[in-house]
């Protein structure tokens, strides 16, 4: 009897360390409408190094859990939609593509929207580290190749909440 206790003890042990191991499910999450769910919808203007303004929409990603999952299990992008990560502060923020399934522009920004540096094309489901090569206040992830089509590059300005001014940008945290 003790033998059966035992064995059955083990049993359960075994697996429960075995479930503990299994993977973790992937989010249905597939495109943009599941991330409507999670994060809030806003409106960005670029102004780009030609002088030209672009309009987004951005998912805002303000809290730390929120910009832990980004834009992770997202298997599609509008053209004209990204995910605007806004710190508290400025510092030496960075990104990586753990569970992202899209290749993106990565552009980093001052607290007064001047961008700084932008990562062309992030490989999908990279770990490597992606680093602002300054602190910086605010990162954008855009569908890969935008950047570059748009001429939105290092000087180009963000202008997030149109009606105030992007030295009021800063103080919007």
Known sequence: MI???LLSMLAAATLA?????????????SGASSLESIFELDELVIVANDGSRHVFDVYLATTPEQQRRGLMFVRSLPESTGMLFVYDKAGMHSM???NTYISLDIVFARGDGTISSV????????????AAIE???????LNAGVARRLQIGVGSQLIWKPDQSTAAMASAR
């Open 3 to 5: 033998r059966t206790l």
């Open 17 to 29: 360390a075995v479930a503990a191991c299994s993977p973790q499910p992937t989010p249905k999450t």
């Open 96 to 98: 990586w593509m753990k």
């Open 119 to 130: 990562i062309h094309d992030a490989q999908p489901l990279s770990l490597r580290s992606l």
């Open 135 to 141: 602190p910086v206040q605010f990162v954008l992830e």
